[in-house]
């Protein structure tokens, strides 16, 4: 089973990982380890940069008794030395998982069909599922429960937002998506989201966004690979910004990286509000929890 985006797995599925990574987390005290994964290794693919997965999936790893193997740009032959299929087929004869970060999706959907062991999305400009479980555990945590949270994001449409729309509409968040026009979620994810009897509302005002919501998500407006239209999109942008004047006193999301002055003004994101760090923690934790139950698998 790969996990390319949230909806790989079933709402019940989704809920059984979250309630697996509370329990982890609940269990996780200093030192804490065990043997749940006992000898096992993931391989990681990283064709772009990354703090938070990287180190979060490598600890995971350790923490379960098992290894990781880091596998950058200039290490492995993806893409460039031999076919994406031909590293996946090797790959898959030596891991027991394969997490990837790469470019475009479909380089991690061909990973998925070659492999013969779960492909986990790490990102790529498509998707970024496993932020998403860790979002849904840090909004679990925060209110209890999904039922009458409500969530706006702020900027732009992409990856991290794409999957963030369809777990929302999974568990049942109630969700506005405020962007720039041109950077709207996909008609695809949309209609993904549809399918789950939960597509978010729409629209290009920030502020008719936030005036309903309970939490504030917002996420970089140059993501990587995008460098070369960084003009066009901040001037695309403008007005998009989380200031502590829009976000009141409502909690405030970020994948992170963040890129203060940009999206986010420093005073919002160091602000009381922003639980980006309960955030950054419970990828370890929500990736701990994917990866015991995938590893239950048949
Ligand atoms: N949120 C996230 O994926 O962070 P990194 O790019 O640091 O991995
Ligand atoms: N949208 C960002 C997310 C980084 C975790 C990017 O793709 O760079």
């Given at each position: 089973m790969d996990i390319l985006d949230v909806d790989d797995l079933t709402t019940d599925e989704l809920v059984t990982v979250l309630d697996r990574a509370a329990a982890i987390k609940a269990d996780h005290g200093e030192g804490s380890t065990s043997d749940?994964?006992?000898q096992q290794t993931l391989g990681m693919i990283f064709e772009k940069p990354s703090t938070r997965t990287r180190v979060s999936f490598e600890t995971g790893m350790t923490q379960l008794g098992g290894h990781a193997v880091f596998l950058g740009p200039d290490d492995i032959h993806l893409g460039h030395g031999e076919p994406v299929k031909d590293t996946a087929r090797a790959l898959g004869r030596y891991v027991d998982f394969i997490m990837a970060r790469v470019f475009d999706h479909a380089d991690a959907e061909e990973l998925a069909e070659y492999a013969d062991v779960p492909v986990i999305n790490g990102l790529t400009d498509d998707a970024h599922p496993c932020q998403t479980l860790a979002d849904l555990l840090t909004i679990r945590e925060q209110f209890c429960d999904f039922e009458d949270v409500s969530v706006a994001w702020v900027g732009d449409g992409n990856n991290v937002c794409q999957s963030f729309v369809i777990g929302a509409a999974m568990v049942g968040l109630d969700l506005t998506v405020a962007t720039p026009e041109g950077y709207g979620i996909s008609d695809d994810v949309a209609d993904r989201a549809a399918g789950f009897g939960n597509e978010p509302e729409t629209t290009h005002d920030p502020e008719a966004a936030v005036a309903g919501a309970d939490v504030v998500y917002s996420d970089v407006?140059?993501?990587?690979?995008?460098e070369d239209k960084r003009d066009q999109k901040l001037a695309d942008f403008e007005g998009f910004q989380i200031t502590p004047d829009l976000l009141g006193d409502r909690p405030f999301m970020h994948c992170l990286p963040a890129h203060r002055g940009e999206e986010v003004t420093d005073a919002a994101i160091e602000s009381e509000n922003a639980v980006v760090w309960n955030q950054a923690e419970n990828r370890l934790h929500a990736q701990k929890g994917l990866l015991v139950w995938l590893s239950e698998q048949a």
């Open positions: 749940l994964l006992d407006w140059v993501s990587m690979g995008q």
